[in-house]
C-alpha cells in the first residue's frame, strides 16, 4: 500500500468511515515512497488509523511550504489542513480512476435506495456487506447488457454464498434446486430472496435447502442418515 488512495480503499473494505483515517506528516520517509509504513507488508490500516504521509512524493507543489522546518506557528493548524488536504487529493485519485462501469454502479445504488426498484429492494439490499453489493451491482449491470440468465444466476450466488450448490432437475428442467450450506436465518433469507427475485429467469421454479442435503440415490454422501432432506 503506496498511496493515499489505498488506504481510503483499505478503509472501506475493513467498514471503517474515510473521515476516519487521519493523514499526518511523516518526520521520517522514504523519498521513493507516499505512505510510511514500519511494516512494508502491512495489509491493513493501523489500529488507530493514523497514516503517516510524505506528501512531498506527489504533492510538492501544493505542500512545499506547509511544514518549514524555519515556521514553528500554527502547527496544530497546519496539521488539521494537512489532513483535509490529503483527504480531498485521495478522494480525487479514487474519482479520476472510476471507470464508466463504476458511474453506472453509483448512480444504480444510488437509485435503489432511491426506492426507483421498489422499497422492499430499497430496504432489503441494506443486508448485503460491502463486498456482496459490489457482486450484486455488478449483476444489475449485465443485466442490463445482456439480459436475464441462469448462467448469471449461478455466478452471482456462488460469489454470496461460496459452498452453495446448483442442481437441475433432468424429470423437470424447470426446478432449481439450490443447496446453500448455511444455517438458516433472517439475513441470509433476505439475501437469498433478493438474488433468487432479481436474477433468476421467472420461468424457473427455485427450491433451496440450507443446511441440510437432499439425498441424491447413487451419492452416499448425500445419503446420511438425519443429514439429508427428502423431496418429492
Known sequence: MNYIWEML???DKQNIKREDVKFVHAKMSSPYMEISLNDLNLTSLPEDNVIEVNEYYRFYEIFKDLFNINIEESQELREVLLDILLHYL??????????KTEFYKKFLFKDILNSVFGEKLAKDILCFEKEELDVLLNGFITIYRAGISLQLFKEVLRKIFVNSVIYISKERPKDVYIYLDEYQEKKLETKINVIVETFLPINMKPLIFWDKHFGIIGLENTMKINEIVMIE
Open 90 to 99: 485521495g478522494e480525487l485519485d479514487l474519482k479520476m480512476g472510476l471507470c
Open 9 to 11: 480503499l483499505k478503509a
